[in-house]
C-alpha cells in the first residue's frame, strides 16, 4: 500500500502522464490560492483578533502564569511578569530568586547535577528575552536593571566533561570546573550572546550582539566579537575611556 502511494505521489511530482501533469499544475494553483484583502473588512478583523490574542494573553498569565512560576521560585519580588508563558525549568534543585518587576519571556532555565541547590538570583526590573537559556551549576546572578537579550545562553560550567571518555561514561562537570557568573547593575546584553563559565560582567556595561564572554567585562564598556573585546565609538558614551585610556585594550 505505502509503495503503491509513493509511486502515485512520485508519478504526480514527476508529471510523468497527462493526468499527473493536470493533478500537478492543479494542487500548485490551488496551494498558491489566496483570498483578496478587503481593508475595510479585514483589517478591523486584524485587530479583533489582536485584542483577543492579547486579552486570552492577559487572563493566562495573571490567572495561571505568574502565579504558579511564583509558587516555583523561593523568593520573587512584586509585579513578576512571564508574558510567554511559564519558563521551561529543568531541575527541581535549582533556586530560583527574583527581585521586584522582573520580566522573564519564555526560556529555559536548567539546573545541572553538580552542586546540590543552585541559585538563580535575578535583581529588581531586570528582564531575561525570548529564548534566552541560563543554565546554573552553583550559582548565576544578574543584577538590577539588567537587560538580557533574545537567545542568549548564559552558563556558569561546560555543562559536559572535555574528555571523550567521561562524555562517553554519561559524566557531569567536576565541582571544581564550575565557576559562578556576575552580571552587575544595569548590564545591556544584545541578542544571541554566550556568557561562559567565571565571568563578571562591570555595572553599566553592553555586551553586543552575537558576541561570546569569555573573560571579565569592565564597568560601563561595550564588548563586542567572538571572544568579545571592548569596543569605542562614541567617546561621549563612555566615561570608562577618560578614566582609563588606553589600557584595558580599549581602544582610544
Ligand atoms: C552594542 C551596540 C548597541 C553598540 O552600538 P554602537 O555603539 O552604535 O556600535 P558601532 O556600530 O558604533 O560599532 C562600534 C564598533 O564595534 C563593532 N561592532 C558592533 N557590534 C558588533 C558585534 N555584534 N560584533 C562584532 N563587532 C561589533 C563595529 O563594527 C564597530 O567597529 P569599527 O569601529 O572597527 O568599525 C550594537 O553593536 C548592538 O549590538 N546592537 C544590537 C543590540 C541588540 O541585540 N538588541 C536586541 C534587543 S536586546
Same mark, same amino acid.
Not at 509513493?6 to 514527476?14: D, E, M, N, W
Not at 483589517?43 to 502565579?67: A, K, M, N, V
Not at 573573560?215 to 566579537?225: M, P, R, S, W
Given at each position: 500500500?505505502?509503495?503503491?502511494?509513493?509511486?502515485?505521489?512520485?508519478?504526480?511530482?514527476?508529471?510523468?502522464?497527462?493526468?499527473?501533469?493536470?493533478?500537478?499544475?492543479?494542487?500548485?494553483?490551488?496551494?498558491?490560492?489566496?483570498?483578496?484583502?478587503?481593508?475595510?473588512?479585514?483589517?478591523?478583523?486584524?485587530?479583533?483578533?489582536?485584542?483577543?490574542?492579547?486579552?486570552?494573553?492577559?487572563?493566562?498569565?495573571?490567572?495561571?502564569?505568574?502565579?504558579?512560576?511564583?509558587?516555583?521560585?523561593?523568593?520573587?519580588?512584586?509585579?513578576?511578569?512571564?508574558?510567554?508563558?511559564?519558563?521551561?525549568?529543568?531541575?527541581?534543585?535549582?533556586?530560583?530568586?527574583?527581585?521586584?518587576?522582573?520580566?522573564?519571556?519564555?526560556?529555559?532555565?536548567?539546573?545541572?547535577?553538580?552542586?546540590?541547590?543552585?541559585?538563580?538570583?535575578?535583581?529588581?526590573?531586570?528582564? +531575561?528575552?525570548? #529564548?534566552?537559556?541560563?543554565?546554573?551549576? =552553583?550559582?548565576?546572578? @544578574? /543584577? &538590577? %536593571?539588567?537587560? *538580557?537579550?533574545?537567545?542568549?545562553?548564559?552558563?556558569?560550567?561546560?555543562?559536559?566533561?572535555?574528555?571523550?571518555?567521561?562524555?562517553?561514561?554519561?559524566?557531569?562537570?567536576?565541582?571544581?570546573?564550575?565557576?559562578?557568573?556576575?552580571?552587575?547593575?544595569? +548590564?545591556?546584553? #544584545?541578542?544571541?550572546?554566550?556568557?561562559? =563559565?567565571?565571568?563578571? @560582567? /562591570? &555595572? %553599566?556595561?553592553? *555586551?553586543?550582539?552575537?558576541?561570546?564572554?569569555?573573560?571579565?567585562?569592565?564597568?560601563?564598556?561595550?564588548?563586542?566579537?567572538?571572544?568579545?573585546?571592548?569596543?569605542?565609538?562614541?567617546?561621549?558614551?563612555?566615561?570608562?575611556?577618560?578614566?582609563?585610556?588606553?589600557?584595558? #585594550?580599549?581602544?582610544?
Amino acid at each position: 500500500m505505502k509503495n503503491l502511494v509513493s509511486r502515485i505521489v512520485l508519478t504526480i511530482k514527476r508529471r510523468e502522464t497527462p493526468l499527473a501533469d493536470f493533478i500537478y499544475r492543479l494542487a500548485k494553483g490551488l496551494r498558491s490560492f489566496s483570498l483578496p484583502t478587503v481593508k475595510p473588512l479585514h483589517l478591523p478583523l486584524y485587530y479583533l483578533d489582536r485584542g483577543l490574542h492579547e486579552g486570552l494573553q492577559w487572563l493566562l498569565h495573571t490567572f495561571w502564569w505568574s502565579p504558579l512560576f511564583r509558587a516555583r521560585c523561593e523568593v520573587a519580588g512584586k509585579n513578576l511578569r512571564v508574558p510567554n508563558g511559564i519558563p521551561y525549568v529543568v531541575g527541581s534543585h535549582l533556586l530560583i530568586m527574583l527581585g521586584d518587576n522582573v520580566t522573564i519571556q519564555r526560556s529555559t532555565i536548567g539546573a545541572s547535577r553538580v552542586f546540590d541547590e543552585p541559585v538563580l538570583r535575578i535583581g529588581n526590573a531586570s528582564t +531575561v528575552g525570548y #529564548g534566552t537559556v541560563i543554565s546554573v551549576a =552553583k550559582e548565576i546572578v @544578574i /543584577g &538590577d %536593571n539588567c537587560l *538580557i537579550g533574545p537567545n542568549c545562553i548564559i552558563m556558569d560550567s561546560d555543562d559536559h566533561p572535555i574528555s571523550p571518555g567521561k562524555r562517553l561514561a554519561g559524566e557531569g562537570v567536576k565541582p571544581e570546573d564550575v565557576l559562578p557568573v556576575r552580571i552587575g547593575n544595569n +548590564v545591556w546584553i #544584545g541578542s544571541n550572546c554566550a556568557i561562559l =563559565k567565571g565571568v563578571t @560582567i /562591570g &555595572d %553599566n556595561s553592553i *555586551i553586543a550582539t552575537h558576541s561570546v564572554i569569555t573573560k571579565d567585562v569592565l564597568e560601563n564598556c561595550i564588548y563586542a566579537g567572538y571572544p568579545a573585546r571592548p569596543t569605542v565609538r562614541d567617546i561621549d558614551k563612555l566615561d570608562v575611556v577618560k578614566e582609563y585610556g588606553g589600557e584595558h #585594550g580599549i581602544p582610544t
